[in-house]
């Protein structure tokens, strides 16, 4: 029973910011990476940018420069700072958590909702 959980979507003009934040909550040992991917109708699910519990980040390319991922220390909690919106990043953001379960061996990747973020004036 691991869930993760988004919020923080919304509606934003072109060139304005929003911030997700991601929990997850249940039987966890560790978590080895949390991340963020988008998905707009019709399309793929698309990689946005991922932290591992060292703090080494990646991202995409078309978000570098302009959203920041992070993670709250001794906090299963990771967040997607985004600034400079585009009508393009319109999508519906999840949440990915690679993680260790108690008295399991091994990761796996567990999946938030997803939290709705609309870029338009």
């Known amino acids: 029973q691991v869930q993760l959980v988004e919020s923080g979507g919304g509606l934003v003009q072109p060139g304005g910011s929003l911030r997700l934040s991601c929990v997850a909550s249940?039987?966890?040992?560790?978590?080895?990476?949390m991340g963020w991917y988008s998905q707009a109708p019709g399309k793929q699910r698309e990689f946005i940018a991922t932290i591992t519990g060292g703090g080494v980040t990646v991202y995409a390319d078309s978000v570098k420069g302009r959203f920041t991922i992070s993670k709250v220390g001794g906090t299963n909690t990771v967040y997607l700072q985004m600034n400079s919106l585009k009508p393009e990043d319109t999508a519906v953001y999840y949440c990915n958590a690679r993680i260790g379960r108690i008295g399991r061996s091994g990761l796996s990747d567990y999946w938030g909702q997803g939290t709705q973020v609309t870029v338009s004036s």
């Open positions: 249940g039987s966890i040992v560790s978590i080895n990476r």
